[in-house]
């Protein structure tokens, strides 16, 4: 079965530092790999997504992540953050047709 | 296009009743998934319909139920109901298959009491 872990609960920056989230998932085979963001009492939003091709993907907002298949990993990163970007970010997996395997999540808090 | 919709938003049970709650998918998508949001658990996968079809289920017990019906709007249904049922129920959609995007709904939070 897949899973995936994030490698931070709660992650406190403040204003225009460098975040980098982990991801990793397990799975032997093709994989399709998502961030999606919660904004406080907004609902999941897709921020990126790789299916395939280039592993450097850039989403919204500023986010781009990295899909690194000999580790595993899809780590989000965004070279300076905003007070907005407060808000609870979830990496999910899916694969051979199977459903979404969410991680569980990882609180970032922005200090202004 | 609209986004998919949930109702009702907000709903309180006592323990032992049954709920129901309804999905609308964005038009034209096929596929429902269910999960539970709590904030211990995170997202846990309830089920996927496609086509009317149960295609995946999550590891539930049987209390959770659902059903997708030909304009490919879904419902879920949990009976006897327990305190540990409280959270926010998230429905997705996407255009066919789970493999692709999934599009959230703002979910219903139901308190069990």
């Known amino acids: 079965a897949q899973s995936v872990s994030q490698h931070n609960h709660h992650v406190i920056l403040s204003e225009a530092a460098s975040l980098e989230l982990g991801c990793n998932y397990s799975?032997?085979?093709?994989?399709?790999l998502f961030w999606y963001v919660q904004y406080p009492g907004q609902h999941l939003q897709l921020l990126l997504k790789?299916?395939?091709?280039?592993?450097l993907v850039k989403g919204i907002k500023g986010f781009e992540a990295e899909f690194i298949k000999s580790k595993f990993s899809f780590n989000l990163r965004k070279p300076s953050v905003q007070w907005s970007d407060t808000a609870e970010y979830f990496c999910?997996?899916?694969?051979?047709?199977?459903?979404?395997?969410f991680g569980p999540g990882t609180r970032l808090s922005v200090l202004p | 296009k609209a986004g998919v919709t949930q109702t009702p938003r907000y709903l309180i049970k006592t323990r032992g009743q049954q709920v129901t709650l309804s999905c609308s998918p964005i038009s034209g998508h096929r596929s429902v998934s269910w999960y539970q949001q709590t904030p211990g658990q995170g997202l846990q996968f309830l089920f996927e319909?496609?086509?009317?079809?149960?295609?995946n289920k999550g590891n539930f017990p049987g209390r959770f139920s659902g059903r997708q019906f030909s304009n490919s709007r879904s419902e879920m249904n949990v009976s006897t109901l327990e305190l540990g049922d409280s959270a926010l129920y998230l429905c997705a959609s996407s255009p066919s298959w789970s493999s692709e995007t999934q599009y959230f709904g703002p979910g219903t939070r139901l308190l069990v009491l």
């Open positions: 999910a997996v899916n694969a051979g047709g199977q459903n979404f395997v």
């Open positions: 790789y299916f395939s091709g280039d592993p």
């Open positions: 319909y496609f086509s009317e079809t149960q295609r």
């Open positions: 799975y032997g085979g093709t994989v399709n």
